[in-house]
């Protein structure tokens, strides 16, 4: 039976190798050291020393190996691509770091690993590729220790809406609010290499900042610490110039205010 992402698996399984290779995933620089995860994401996350953690939707594990070098107790990464998990794995061993290190292969809204976690963490172009944001929250709570903190840092709905025309204006090139037909992402350019047309381009879904809320509120949460960025983590429209934090910044011509590319938020069990 066809599972509603196998459009999405293929589409991950063909860019992994591009990725590893790629400047923008800069693996030399991870291995020599390079952080991957940004200030706003690590102050949120702190303090991990002894403190375990989930990465949903990990691809192929920077950010989880990042997180472990900052502090972090142990480290779970989960994703639905098997390269992706296999390359996490390699790079888990040539750092030395597979013992504090687990990388699972799954379907973020099938996992159930019958234990909770002091963090779960998510991040970058990350929700937009899931069929059922409501399955998504319930994953969340499941997973979440009753003093545990969840955090995301991902692509805002009004970035992903827009693209850039042929003269730098601002249209909408996606729907904003979600419908029940997936978006067809053919034509889009991989964001680590916009050369690149992937093959298998995938399908996404728009879910608004208002469905991520009330999905993990409907799975018992609570949200709080919600905040907006005029900055994205790749080169989100065409243009974009990276500061040294490798934030990628656009004001398009004759568009007015800035546009919101990123939104972060926190959730806890109720105390």
Not at 29 to 53: Q, S
Not at 97 to 112: G, H, K, Q
Not at 151 to 160: C, K, Q
Not at 176 to 203: Q, R, T
């Amino acid at each position: 039976m066809a599972h509603p992402h196998d459009a999405n698996r293929r589409h991950w399984d063909e860019v992994t190798a591009l990725h590893r290779d790629s400047a923008f995933y800069d693996v030399e620089g991870f291995l020599a050291g390079r952080c991957t995860i940004g200030p706003i994401e690590r102050e949120a996350l702190a303090p991990l020393l002894r403190r375990n953690l989930l990465h949903l939707q990990c691809h192929f594990g920077l950010d989880t190996l990042s997180l472990l070098r900052l502090g972090a107790a142990r480290v779970t990464g989960v994703d639905f691509s098997a390269p992706a998990i296999a390359e996490a794995r390699r790079l888990a061993d040539r750092l030395k770091l597979s013992s504090w290190a687990d990388f699972i292969e799954a379907d973020v809204l099938d996992l159930d690993l019958g234990r909770r976690f002091d963090r779960i963490f998510t991040s970058h172009g990350a929700i937009n590729w899931l069929s059922d944001i409501g399955a998504w929250g319930r994953v969340v709570a499941r997973h979440l220790a009753p003093d545990g903190v969840f955090y995301m840092m991902e692509a805002h709905p009004v970035g992903l809406a827009l693209d850039v025309d042929g003269e730098g204006r601002l249209y909408q090139r996606f729907p904003y609010f979600h419908a029940a037909e997936p978006l067809n992402l053919d034509g889009v350019p991989d964001y680590a290499e916009p050369d690149y047309l992937p093959k298998e381009p995938g399908i996404g879904w728009a879910w608004t900042i208002a469905d991520v809320m009330a999905a993990l509120e409907d799975a018992g949460l609570q949200v709080f610490a919600f905040r907006e960025y005029p900055f994205a983590a790749w080169e989100a429209l065409p243009a974009m110039t990276p500061d040294a934090e490798r934030h990628y910044w656009h004001r398009a011509k004759d568009a007015g205010p800035d546009t919101p590319l990123l939104f972060s938020l926190k959730a806890r069990h109720p105390i």
